[in-house]
Each structure stands twice: as C-alpha cells, then as structure tokens.
C-alpha cells in the first residue's frame, strides 16, 4: 500500500522569501503525485500533479515541484511566498491502477509573516 | 458549473442522533469519493464510488456509517448513531477520468 510523509507540521516563512515543502512517498511503482492545498473552511484545490516525464512539474499560482526517484521525493517549491500563499498543504499519492484513490499526508501548515 | 456541493456546511448534533451528509457531484463524472478529515488523522478515505456501485468500503470505520449513492446525481453519508468521536470534517469528491478530482467545501460535524 502507499504511503506519504510530510515531515513538517507547521512552516514560517516571510512574503517575498522562498519556501520548499517536503514530501515523501512510499510505493512500488511509479506513483502518481499530487500537491493540494486548502484554504481555512475550504476544500482542497489541486496545484500540481506528476504523472510521467518531466520530473520538474509547474503548476497553479507559481509553485513547482520536482520528482526525485531516488529519493522517494516530490517537494514543493515557490521561489517567492504571497501572503495569501497561508493554508495547509496536502502532498497525495495515487496507485497506478484503475481506480483514482489517492493516499494524503498529514499535511504542512504555512504561515506568512509580513 | 456549480462544482461539487455538500450539505449541510454545518451540523451540530447530539450524541446517538443520526446523521445525514448529502453531496451532489459534478455530472458526467463516474467516480465519487468520501475523505474524513481530523487533526488527529488527516485525511483518510471512508468509501469511493464507481457509476454509483459502491467500489471500497474498507475505510468505514464502523457498522454505525453507512454510504449510498442512489444514483448519479446524488450520495449521502450517514452515521447513525452519532458519537463524539465521529466529530470532523467530512469531504465529497467527485472524479472525471484519471485522478481528475473536485472537492467540496466540506461539512464540517460536531457530535456533543
């Protein structure tokens, strides 16, 4: 079964500054990533997603995340935080079967200080 | 398109009342999916849905949830009876092809 790890629960960052989340998965094959993100009393909106190819994947309000094999890796990266970049953000794996379910972590809580 | 929506957004109950969460999908979409969401687990799946047969049911944590999805345009959830414990945010998610998700706001449910 998969699995994901997101090792940070909560990140500060300042406006303007860079910030990468980590995310770990565990699965047999090549999975298939996802980032969410979800704002306070909201549900979860879709930024990114890597399903083969180009390891590095661009996605909504500037993020961009990359895969890494070898490392079992798919971080998320923004090279300057807004503040209305603040909510949770959910890293999620999906088996390569028929079926779309998806497997999230637990989630990294950004904070933007001004 | 009005997206995936829930109902109620809210619901305070009290301990042993049933409970019923509604979610319309977006149509045309043959996936459905329900995700329970707490600070202590996250976000776990309960039960998914294809063409409205339910598919995996392995994430229902006990006799007291039930799923149907009577048809196309509509599926409920309900608990019943309620515990505290069940407290949470309970998410619909509607699927179009691969991975292809919809969330919905929620319903977020308070057992007191």
């Known amino acids: 079964a998969q699995s994901v790890t997101q090792p940070d629960i909560h990140i500060t960052v300042s406006e303007g500054a860079s910030l990468e989340l980590r995310c770990n998965y565990s699965?047999?094959?090549?999975?298939?990533l996802f980032w969410y993100v979800q704002s306070p009393g909201q549900g979860l909106q879709l930024l990114l997603k890597?399903?083969?190819?180009?390891?590095l994947v661009q996605g909504i309000k500037g993020f961009e995340a990359e895969f890494k094999r070898s490392q079992s890796s798919f971080n998320l990266r923004k090279p300057s935080v807004h503040w209305s970049d603040a909510a949770e953000y959910f890293c999620?794996?999906?088996?390569?079967?028929?079926?779309?379910?998806?497997?999230f972590g637990t989630g990294t809580r950004l904070q933007v200080t001004l | 398109d009005a997206g995936v929506i829930q109902s109620p957004r809210h619901e305070v109950t009290e301990m042993g009342q049933e409970v019923t969460l509604r979610c319309k999908p977006i149509?045309?979409?043959?996936?459905l999916f329900w995700y329970r969401q707490t600070m202590m687990r996250g976000l776990e799946l309960l039960i998914y849905?294809?063409?409205?047969?339910?598919?995996?049911d392995s994430g229902m944590p006990e006799d007291r949830f039930s799923a149907k999805m009577p048809n196309a345009s509509f599926s409920t959830l309900k608990i019943q009876p309620s515990e505290p414990r069940d407290s949470a945010v309970y998410f619909c998610?509607?699927?179009?092809?691969?991975?292809?998700?919809?969330f919905g706001s929620g319903t977020r449910l308070t057992v007191v």
């Open positions: 149509s045309g979409h043959d996936y």
């Open positions: 699965y047999g094959a090549t999975p298939y």
């Open positions: 998610a509607s699927v179009q092809g691969r991975y292809g998700y919809t």
């Open positions: 849905f294809n063409n409205n047969v339910p598919i995996d």
């Open positions: 890597y399903f083969s190819g180009d390891t």
């Open positions: 999620a794996v999906g088996a390569t079967g028929t079926a779309s379910k998806l497997t």
